[in-house]
């Protein structure tokens, strides 16, 4: 899965850092989502999905990759 | 545009709060927030909606046809306190982006996972000294006074920088401001009063860097009045919800006896047990409001139109039997991340993080050192806050 965040839209919600704190991280002053791997192992797919569920502000975005 | 001064629907439902709970469980939402979108009228004659079903719910709280701007013509209020709440200088959680955000991100640093994360000692320091205390008053306890409040109350005060020694004056303060039943003139003069504390406390800080009121204050770019009204809300936010949540979640647990137990057994199981009392819970009961500033068609399948005010039920989508199966049941076991206590969208809870943490540490605490902990009334004397925009106890009494 390919990971891409929007951080116009990141309201700092910090959902994604408890769902996958591997893959996003937040930033010291505002808390805008910070990737920290575009391209994460094909283990966390399902927690990639849950992230991007529980992102309130549609910050994040994944699209499959062939395999 | 529907205007507000248009006659009322003829057979439309009047919507009022307090809606009464069932008789059987007080812990269920209203009876009246179980049914599809249904259009009804406000006490001024104002068309609005009351939507309950969870993707209908998602929708309102994160579509920006949706907004949660009180100034535009249709925002619906449920009863004329509710507009009295409103400031000239709003806080932003009554703004949209991108007002909203430049306001929120000034606030935002405070309330990260990992900033939250480092407060863990001293939050585990405030809940014991609090347990402590109730220990050694000795039983009969009541766990909103002796627990419940003063545990998100410390600890906003100090991320804020507000004395807590004026506690009894804003939580008294806070109590008029939510109550759902009070006229406009007395949330109005409660308001004026929380705010006029603010707004001198504020000016009293500025140049100090120490906590959010200093710093907001210390800023060029806010007015005085956004640094009052943006402060007030974090304190009456930070310490209402989790105060609340925390005796009712205790509740919820001693007439749970088997969930109890396994919290007990697992106390590793505590980070997801509370976010289903979030979900079982969802304190927020009288559902969240927007005003449409577009048609929108939900995907229930309502026809929203331009200028037609909105409230969003999330207690009644935290509910959904799709999104959660068994919804009904208090399972502490299940995977309940996708509530929408915190409601959803650019204007979820900010203090999220804060709150998840205070409770994790107080439920955690309060079952590990308490093992007898026991009402000390029978359940059919406790009083519940129906009256509040934020459902609790008044008091929990307790023995050990
Ligand atoms: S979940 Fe979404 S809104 Fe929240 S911090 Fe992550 S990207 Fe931002």
């Known amino acids: ?67 | 545009m529907t205007s507000l001064h248009e006659p009322p629907h003829e057979t439309a439902e009047l919507f009022t709060f307090p809606q009464p709970r069932a008789t059987g469980c007080p812990f269920d939402p209203p009876p009246a927030q179980r049914r599809p979108a249904t259009r009804m009228a406000l006490w001024d004659g104002a068309p609005c909606w009351m939507v309950t079903d969870y993707q209908d719910v998602r929708t309102v709280l994160s579509d920006r046809r949706f907004s949660a701007d009180a100034r535009i013509e249709g925002f619906p209020f449920f009863a004329p306190g509710r507009r009295a709440f409103i400031r000239d200088e709003p806080a932003f959680i009554r703004l949209d982006d991108p007002e909203h955000q430049r306001l929120r991100r000034m606030m935002t640093g405070d309330f990260l996972v990992k900033r939250v994360d480092q407060l863990r000692p001293r939050i585990q320091r405030i809940v014991d000294d609090a347990l402590d205390a109730m220990i050694a008053k000795g039983a009969p306890a009541d766990l909103v006074a002796d627990f419940a409040f003063p545990i998100p109350s410390l600890v906003i005060c100090e991320l804020l920088g507000v004395p807590y020694e004026d506690h009894e004056f804003f939580q008294r303060q806070s109590r008029l401001v939510l109550d759902a039943t009070a006229g406009a003139e007395q949330v109005k003069a409660a308001m004026d009063d929380f705010n006029a504390y603010m707004t001198e406390l504020a000016a009293s800080k500025k140049g100090e860097e120490d906590g959010i009121v200093a710093r907001l204050a210390s800023r060029e770019d806010l007015t005085p009045g956004e640094v009052a009204s943006n402060a007030l809300l974090l304190l009456l936010a930070g310490h209402e919800t989790t105060a609340n949540m925390t005796s009712l979640s205790t509740l919820v647990l001693l007439r749970h006896p088997e969930q109890l137990a396994k919290l007990r057994a697992e106390p590793e199981l505590v980070k997801g047990a509370v976010e289903e009392l979030l979900r079982y819970l969802t304190i927020v009961h009288t559902g969240l409001p927007r005003v449409a500033v577009e048609d929108v068609e939900l995907p229930g399948g309502a026809v929203v139109r331009a200028g037609e005010g909105v409230f969003a039920m999330i207690a009644a989508a935290n509910r959904d039997e799709e999104m959660f199966g068994a919804g009904e049941e208090l399972d502490i076991t299940r995977d309940a991340r996708r509530h929408l206590a915190f409601g959803f969208g650019v204007h979820q809870c900010l203090g999220q993080p804060l709150a998840r943490v205070e409770l994790q540490i107080a439920l955690a605490t309060l079952v590990r050192r308490l093992p007898g902990l026991r009402l000390a009334v029978p359940f059919e004397q406790v009083r519940f806050r129906t009256e509040s925009l934020i459902y609790g106890l008044h008091e929990l009494p307790l023995a050990w």
């Open chain 1, 1 to 67: 899965m390919h990971v891409s965040v929007d951080q116009d839209r990141c309201c700092s919600s910090g959902q994604c850092v408890l769902a996958v704190p591997t893959v996003f991280d937040q930033d010291e002053e505002e808390g805008v989502v910070r990737l920290l791997d575009a391209d994460p192992s094909p283990e966390l797919d399902e927690k990639l999905r849950t992230a991007a569920a529980l992102c309130p502000a549609g910050a994040i975005s994944l699209t499959e990759v062939a395999r």
